[in-house]
């Protein structure tokens, strides 16, 4: 089976080079990107699917992608929700990102919010946290079905059976934290979901659970303060070894390590975080996404719709949430 | 002019030889520690107050403070609200430690909330972040009052002129963000700070602002993010040149770089965190404080005596926000 990625050739902020760069990378016998974007994108030999119009990182998602039907990203998203691409990958404006794929691609039945689920790699191996930035504003049942949805991802994507989940807060103890994770605490609690309670910023990176729960804000706080605290960290290291000959030499030696150490931790690795709870599959990667980072994001991509993703959550969450959690909202 | 410091001797999760030893180490002829503690501290020839009860770390804030007015941390703090102290420090339960301030020392006039400003070592010197965790859930008008606050403690304490202010949210533009972040962006906007945008997780440790204001949750996701992103990484990197003779070799070679990047970015260098916005001054030390940074906690405290932190603040306060603000609630 060849799995056809529609992909946003606009999105990203190193330009579309790039992205037709990574596409091509990506692109092998079961793996078939096709280009969203305008004329003359010098698209490499891969299937290209001419569009007129483009949506910057800056705009307003909601309006965007009402005024902008022929943009690149709102084309792409539309070819999943038409049958005419497995799924969809973008580099782009992430807000515009979900407000086209619930306007097109729509939600699960029962599904209040989708969220971005994100592979972090951990000392103990990869951990996934969910919501990593789709909603900046949650309430604790879309909690709950981060859960649910995180727990699906890590069985199916990962192979981690029975996944063990937790709450991002600010203390390990139930009572420690805001009104929503309080609550959101005792929702997780009372669920059939392998509950271990809260966990804190400390510990995500050692490994702190199989799933790692957050509202969308505080999940991308966290998010971006792993990636920053690593990149400035590696680069303190750096200049402190070369202030001595004795440092500029033990670099030399640990160069290797280092290397492998970095692209571990590399966000470049996984290329994206999938955007849970659609009827379809959609795949967000960084904005600053190399054409390393493209091509790992369209893999990625393929691996969901291989696995089956939306399918069983579709399964999962029917069976676990859909008769006890009011209707979803549009 | 001698700092007599109230020191909670049963805080912190080192046990209570460890604040002796600590309080023992910033003894000094301008500071004059203070133990709460009970009878047979061993408190090492420095003044000991007898006290009967203790508060747990995993206590319910307010109910605890209530219980036992006869704890080591409720006497600390009414230490300095009664005048026998002017300064207090804890590395105890910070709710209880925020509850037993507020209700014994209170809010300066015209404050809504106490925050904690915490001192972050970033690569272009120290930034402030406030709310690094007193309130886990905020007002825009209380991440306002945090601005102001955090302005104050950059120019008395650590000497920056116009300290630059940026907002702690999930993407750059002022329209990106929670409902929360968006209002206090435009309050920030309109206020006489010198306040320069949102700033994210990503350039906390590039030294992305002056000050960094935050609501207490995410300040607090954001503050463990990075202690634990570089006491992981580290452990990695140890991990990694174990693993193979060069990597050993090139290990002995960069310690001394290592070491000094370790201490620079050691949060026991600090000690603790101001909880500011009360007639005294109160000092949170973290839970896991060594001898070492308990000292440095202490030594934190009497500089902030020492500058007129509390009198800086309430003028500042009076001056900026005062009028402008409802008054504030009990």
Redesign the interface.
């Known amino acids: 089976m060849t799995v056809r990625v529609a992909v946003d050739a606009l999105g990203g902020d190193l330009g579309p080079e790039e992205i037709v760069a990574g596409a091509a990378a990506a692109s092998a016998s079961d793996i078939e990107p096709i280009l969203f974007g305008p004329r003359g994108l010098g698209a490499l030999g891969l299937r290209h699917v001419e569009t007129f119009e483009s949506i910057e990182m ?1 705009e ?1 998602a909601v309006e965007s992608v009402r005024a902008k039907p022929d943009s690149s990203l709102v084309r792409a998203v539309r070819a999943v929700a038409d049958g005419d691409a497995d799924v969809v990958v973008s580099a782009g404006n992430t ?1 515009a990102m979900l407000a086209a794929s619930l306007l097109h691609i729509r939600r699960l039945s029962g599904v209040h919010r989708p969220g971005i689920a994100a592979v972090i790699p ?2 103990r191996g990869p951990s996934v946290l969910i919501d990593a ?1 789709a909603n ?2 949650a309430r604790p049942e879309h909690l709950l079905q981060f859960g649910h949805m995180g727990a699906v991802f890590s069985e199916e994507i990962l192979g981690i059976a029975e996944p063990e989940v937790r709450l ?1 807060s ?1 203390g390990e ?1 139930a ?5 929503l ?1 309080i609550e959101a605490h005792e929702l997780l609690l009372a669920s059939s979901l392998r509950f271990a309670g809260n966990t ?7 490994g702190a659970a199989d799933v790692v729960v957050a509202d ?3 999940g ?18 750096r200049g ?2 070369d ?2 000959l ?2 500029k ?6 160069r ?3 290397r ?2 970095r692209s ?2 590399d966000p470049d690795t996984y290329g994206g975080g999938y955007l849970l709870g659609l009827r379809g599959l959609v795949v967000i990667a960084h904005g600053s996404s190399s054409r390393v980072a493209i091509a790992n994001a369209i893999r990625l991509a393929a691996i969901g719709v291989e696995h089956g993703v939306v399918e069983h959550l579709q399964q999962q969450l029917g069976a676990q949430i859909g008769q006890r959690q009011e209707p979803a909202q549009g």
């Open positions: 800056d307003p807000g951990t000392r930035g900046a504003d991002l600010i103890e009572e420690k934290g805001s009104q994770t804190e910023g400390r510990v995500i990176l050692e969308g804000f505080s991308n706080v966290a998010l971006k303060t792993i990636e920053g605290t690593v990149r400035s960290l590696l680069g303190s290291l402190e070894l202030s001595s004795r440092g030499l033990g670099g030399l030696l640990i290797p390590a280092a492998r150490l571990h931790l």
